[in-house]
């Protein structure tokens, strides 16, 4: 063993052969340096990356919230579904034959805040609204209270079958957003 040590150690020993290591370690060096700045370029353009897409990030969400399509297809008369819009949940009542007749049957002059049937639907069947009580904020329950429409349980509020306000403090009709229909199974809103 200690034969062989001496002549294996100035082998591999930087002292024993200057300049070939010397040379070596500028190559390695120098592609290591390539590649150190190569990465550093690289972290660089996704840092650039990052917030120019978060810039655009809001914009685009923004503009994917503005509206939202909906397929009503499965719901049947008689049902509701509840989306999301613009942070707000958004009634979408296939109302039965009975609540368009109610709805249709008010003389709306009487109501805290006229509005016909036909003004606050674009098809008889679907009535869509904004779910957030015009009183104070609350989320009303469905098919409920004096008119068989909406009830809002934090004051009392009583909407009939048009979405419109009856009874109670609230002072205005559910509001109706801006929706079309796409297809007579696809309504887009917003
Ligand atoms: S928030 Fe609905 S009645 Fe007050």
Redesign the pocket.
């Known amino acids: 063993m200690d034969d062989t040590l001496p002549q294996t150690l100035p082998q591999t020993s930087p002292q024993t052969s200057p300049q070939t290591m010397s040379d070596d370690s500028q190559t390695t060096r120098r592609d290591f340096l390539y590649l150190a700045t190569g990465a550093v370029a690289a972290v660089g353009a996704g840092g650039v990356a990052i917030p120019l897409i978060d810039q655009m990030n809001p914009a685009a969400s923004v503009k994917a919230l503005a509206s939202i399509e909906v397929d009503i297809s499965t719901i049947e008369a008689g049902q509701s579904v509840t989306v999301t819009w613009r942070g707000k949940p958004v009634f979408i009542r296939h109302r039965t034959k009975q609540e368009i007749a109610e709805a249709q049957a008010v003389v709306s002059a009487d109501l805290p805040d006229p509005q016909t049937d036909k003004e606050r639907v674009k098809k008889d069947e679907w009535l869509i609204m904004v779910g957030v009580?015009?009183?104070?904020?609350?989320v009303?329950l469905g098919q409920a209270g004096d008119f068989k429409g909406w009830f809002?349980?934090?004051?009392?509020?009583h909407y009939d079958t048009s979405g419109r306000i009856r009874r109670?403090?609230?002072p205005t009709n559910l509001e109706i957003p801006a929706y079309s229909f796409l297809t007579d199974t696809r309504v887009k809103i917003g």
């Open positions: 009580c015009t009183h104070l904020g609350c009303p809002c349980p934090c004051h009392g509020s109670g403090p609230a």
